[in-house]
C-alpha cells in the first residue's frame, strides 16, 4: 500500500499560470479531501468527493479554483491565473468513507507545496 | 470561526518527560481526533475517540475527552526526539457533517 500519493512535490510558477496538482487516493478508498495548509491559516478544508461526485466544496474560493475527480483512482485540483497568496502547501487526503466525517480516518499524502513568484 | 484549538503554540521538552496537549472545540460532535504531522509529511491520525467515550489509549498515547467542557487532552509519556512534530486536534460537526482541524501545537522534544 503506497497510501495516497501527491505529485509533483514541488510546483513554482509565475503569477497569472495555471497550476494542476494531482492526487491519487488509496485503492478502495471512496472519500477524497483537498486542503490547504499555510502557517498563518493552518489548515483548511478546500472541498471533499465520494465515489467521485462533489460533496462539499464550501471551503473552495470561488474564483479560479476547481477540483475534480474523473476516476476513483485520481483526482486534480486547478489553480487559474495564480496569485502569490495562493502559495502553500496542498494536502489530498482519503479514507474509506464509510462513517461520518468525524468517525472516518483520513490518510493524508505528503502535500504539494506550490509557490507562486 | 476556529471550532476546534489547541491551547498552546508551541512547547518543548526533554526525552523522556511527558507531555500533554490540550484542545477545545465549541460544537456537539461524534468524535474527536488526533493527528500528528512531521516536518515535510502529512498529517497522522494518531486516536480517535468518540464523544461516548472518556478516554483512548494508543501505545504511549493517551486521549481524554471530556463533553461537559467541550475539550480534549493528548498526553504522550517517554517522550523521543521522533515525537517532535505538531499536533493537530480535529473535530466534526453533528449538525452539518463538516470536520475542523485546529491550528496545532508545536512540540519539540529536545534530546
Known amino acids: 500500500n503506497a497510501g495516497v500519493i501527491q505529485t509533483p512535490r514541488h510546483k513554482v510558477t509565475g503569477k497569472g499560470q495555471e497550476a494542476t496538482l494531482w492526487c491519487e487516493p488509496i485503492s478502495g478508498h471512496s472519500a477524497v479531501f483537498w486542503y490547504r495548509q499555510t502557517i498563518v491559516q493552518g489548515l483548511e478544508f478546500l472541498t471533499y468527493?465520494?465515489?467521485?461526485?462533489?460533496?462539499?466544496d464550501s471551503g473552495m474560493p470561488k474564483e479560479r479554483f476547481s477540483a475534480q475527480m474523473p476516476n476513483q483512482s485520481h483526482s486534480t485540483l486547478k489553480i487559474q491565473s495564480t496569485q502569490p497568496q495562493d502559495s502553500a502547501v496542498y494536502l489530498c487526503a482519503s479514507s474509506s468513507g464509510l462513517g461520518g466525517r468525524g468517525q472516518d480516518t483520513q490518510y493524508f499524502g505528503p502535500g504539494t507545496r506550490l509557490l507562486v513568484l | 470561526s476556529q471550532l476546534a484549538e489547541e491551547n498552546l503554540w508551541a512547547l518543548s521538552v526533554h526525552e523522556g518527560e511527558s507531555v500533554t496537549v490540550n484542545c477545545s472545540y465549541k460544537t456537539s460532535i461524534t468524535a474527536l481526533q488526533w493527528y500528528r504531522q512531521k516536518s515535510g509529511e502529512g498529517p497522522a491520525q494518531l486516536i480517535l475517540?468518540?464523544?461516548?467515550?472518556r478516554e483512548k489509549r494508543n501505545g504511549r498515547l493517551r486521549a481524554t475527552l471530556d463533553t461537559s467542557s467541550q475539550s480534549s487532552s493528548l498526553s504522550i509519556t517517554a517522550t523521543r526526539c521522533e515525537d517532535t512534530a505538531v499536533y493537530f486536534c480535529?473535530?466534526?460537526?453533528?449538525?452539518?457533517?463538516?470536520?475542523?482541524f485546529g491550528k496545532g501545537t508545536s512540540l519539540t522534544v529536545i534530546p
Open positions: 475517540i468518540r464523544s461516548n467515550e
Open positions: 468527493f465520494r465515489n467521485q461526485a462533489p460533496i462539499d
Open positions: 480535529a473535530t466534526d460537526d453533528t449538525g452539518y457533517q463538516n470536520f475542523y
